[in-house]
């Protein structure tokens, strides 16, 4: 890893890529987060791939820079712990996720946690790169979509998702979605 970035804006998801070349969203990043958390550890290498879903603006940092900063600030290192904590966190809500729950719950999920992450309730992505994020078929993200227009919940059009009834989506979600929000909520306001 050459370098690490702090996001601004935009969504950033981290995958897992197989030998085969499939790969499994495990996290998602926006405004909130940071990309190069191996390093903060001591790392040089990642174990998964950061790919940029919805145009994003970040600070780069260099690498060996970033190592040196930390050093000096002790406030810095320990946020981007806790961030790293978020972060495995998430990671294991969303495994557990992808085995133990419906498609459409899971589709709740990952558009509240993306909206949240943009800070708006369109999500400009195609029904092919859920499908990829959830880990699933697309015709499986056809019917939960489906689903989930038809309850009033969200409305679709080719490479847009809008959420029409936040409330109403968030009962439909699964819990996992309220067990990260509480942690990243948490870890918010701890910050101020």
């Not at 946690?113 to 078929?137: C, F, H, K, Y």
Request: charged share 20%; proline share 2%.
């Amino acid at each position: 890893m050459k370098s690490a970035y702090f996001c601004n804006s935009g969504l950033i998801s981290i995958l897992s890529v197989f030998p085969d070349g499939k790969s499994v969203e495990v996290a998602l990043v926006g405004n909130e987060g940071f990309i190069g958390l191996p390093l903060v550890v001591g790392f040089r290498t990642a174990t998964t791939r950061a790919v940029v879903q919805i145009e994003s603006t970040v600070f780069r940092v260099d690498g060996e820079a970033l190592v040196e900063i930390l050093g000096q600030c002790p406030t810095l290192e320990r946020r981007l712990q806790q961030f790293s904590q978020v972060m495995t966190m998430q990671v294991t809500q969303i495994a557990a996720c992808n085995r133990l729950h419906e498609v459409d719950e899971r589709l709740a999920r990952w558009l509240l946690m993306s909206a949240d992450r943009i800070a708006s309730n369109s999500v400009p992505l195609t029904q092919e790169l859920l499908a990829q994020m959830l880990g699933t078929r697309r015709s499986s993200v056809t019917v939960a979509a489906g689903i989930l227009q038809k309850a009033g919940l969200i409305a679709y059009t080719r490479g847009d998702v809008r959420i029409v009834d936040r409330h109403g989506l968030e009962e439909i979600a699964c819990e996992c979605y309220g067990i990260m929000q509480q942690q990243v909520t948490e870890w918010e306001r701890d910050s101020k």
